[in-house]
């Protein structure tokens, strides 16, 4: 499966996950979560080509999709994907919430998500 490809499925898996936790399936939601670690890993395999393979998402229409790709790649792209964090943890809801808590993670210093 080509690069471009497999960032298409994280953000429609990432999307799918945003909505069932909005119609309160967690059991799908958690189906969606699988399949986009499962994706990023598959990107991550070829190193930093498949985490710039993903920047393309920072400019997503959907902030969820944004603030997920930007937690991911906070490590990689740390200026692009906090300003990215940043815009969203200034909202309120779900999604700005999440955004928040990613830049509180990587600030303290317990982000984990590609530590390689």
Same mark, same amino acid.
């Given at each position: 499966?080509?690069?471009?490809?497999?960032? *298409?499925?994280?953000?429609?898996?990432?999307?799918?996950?945003?909505?069932?936790?909005? +119609? #309160?399936? *967690?059991?799908? #939601?958690?189906?969606?979560?699988?399949?986009?670690?499962?994706?990023?890993?598959?990107?991550? /395999?070829?190193?930093?080509? #498949?985490?710039?393979?993903?920047?393309?998402?920072?400019?997503?229409?959907?902030?969820?999709?944004?603030?997920?790709?930007?937690?991911?790649?906070? +490590?990689?792209?740390?200026?692009? /994907?906090?300003?990215?964090?940043?815009?969203?943890?200034?909202?309120?809801?779900?999604?700005?919430?999440?955004?928040?808590?990613?830049?509180?993670?990587?600030?303290? #210093?317990?982000?984990?998500?590609?530590?390689?």
């Amino acid at each position: 499966m080509k690069m471009e490809e497999l960032v *298409s499925q994280f953000a429609e898996n990432v999307a799918a996950q945003t909505d069932a936790i909005w +119609r #309160g399936d *967690s059991k799908a #939601g958690n189906k969606y979560a699988r399949k986009y670690i499962a994706i990023f890993d598959k990107l991550r /395999a070829h190193g930093d080509t #498949g985490r710039e393979a993903l920047t393309v998402l920072f400019e997503h229409p959907r902030m969820d999709v944004r603030v997920m790709v930007a937690a991911y790649l906070l +490590r990689y792209r740390t200026k692009d /994907a906090t300003a990215v964090l940043k815009e969203a943890a200034k909202g309120e809801g779900l999604v700005p919430f999440k955004a928040g808590q990613a830049l509180m993670r990587w600030e303290e #210093g317990t982000w984990s998500l590609d530590p390689e």
